[in-house]
T-cell receptor, first 113, second 113 residues
Framework: KQEVTQIPAALSVPEGENLVLNCSFT??????LQWFRQDPGKGLTSLLL?????REQTSGRLNASLDKSSGRSTLYIAASQPGDSATYLC????????????FGGGTRVLVKP | NAGVTQTPKFQVLKTGQSMTLQCAQD?????MYWYRQDPGMGLRLIYY???????DKGEVPNGYNVSRLNKREFSLRLESAAPSQTSVYFC????????????FGQGTRLTVV
């Protein structure tokens, strides 16, 4: 059974510092990995998706890397801003069909002005 | 763009009551999902529908039923609500194949007393 872990559960940084969020998974046979952002009381918003054949994906200040062999993904957020405060979740998809996602518990991020 | 729409946003039920959570997507996605989110447990898959006319159990299906009414709509029914079903429920949709980026609704906060 796939298990996804995100450590730490919470993180507080001063504005301007780079954020590094970790995601680990136990079964390396994944189809892709997706990073989401969740604001309090809101739904999930997809940030980046990395296919299993890719090593990284970038969007603006966000960069996500994937190392399937070690079962790890890292989300980097450059030059953090107070608006980046949210919970960040990673999720892995097992196969091409069905698209079931297994989620990590999330990392709650606070960026202090 | 509406994306994934869930109704209601909030609901309080008494133990033993029944209700149906509604979900509709306007992105012509084949696959739809119901998740629940609980503190310390993350998001867990209740049921999913890989395509119109099919439904399958996820990780925590007990106490729930689903109906894929058509390609747009996927409902979740609680036949006899229990306090353990107090949670935030999210509906999601995606393409069944390809990248399969998942799009989430805003959630339904359900309290069973």
């Amino acid at each position: 059974k796939q298990e996804v872990t995100q450590i730490p559960a919470a993180l507080s940084v001063p504005e301007g510092e780079n954020l590094v969020l970790n995601c680990s998974f136990t079964d390396s046979a994944i189809y892709n990995l997706q990073w989401f952002r969740q604001d309090p009381g809101k739904g999930l918003t997809s940030l980046l998706l990395i296919q299993s054949s890719q090593r990284e994906q970038t969007s603006g200040r966000l960069n996500a890397s994937l190392d399937k062999s070690s079962g790890r993904s890292t989300l980097y957020i450059a030059a953090s801003q107070p608006g980046d405060s949210a919970t960040y979740l990673c999720a892995v998809r097992r196969g091409a069909a069905g698209n079931k996602l297994t989620f990590g518990g999330g990392t709650r991020v606070l960026v202090k002005p | 763009n509406a994306g994934v729409t869930q109704t209601p946003k909030f609901q309080v039920l008494k133990t033993g009551q029944s209700m149906t959570l509604q979900c509709a997507q306007d992105m012509n996605h084949n696959s739809m999902y119901w998740y629940r989110q609980d503190p310390g447990m993350g998001l867990r898959l209740i049921y999913y529908s890989a395509s119109e006319g099919t439904t399958d159990k996820g990780e925590v299906p007990n106490g729930y039923n689903v109906s894929r009414l058509n390609k747009r709509e996927f409902s979740l029914r609680l036949e006899s609500a229990a306090p353990s079903q107090t949670s935030v429920y999210f509906c999601a949709s995606s393409e069944a194949t390809g990248a399969g980026i998942a799009f989430f609704g805003q959630g339904t906060r359900l309290t069973v007393v």
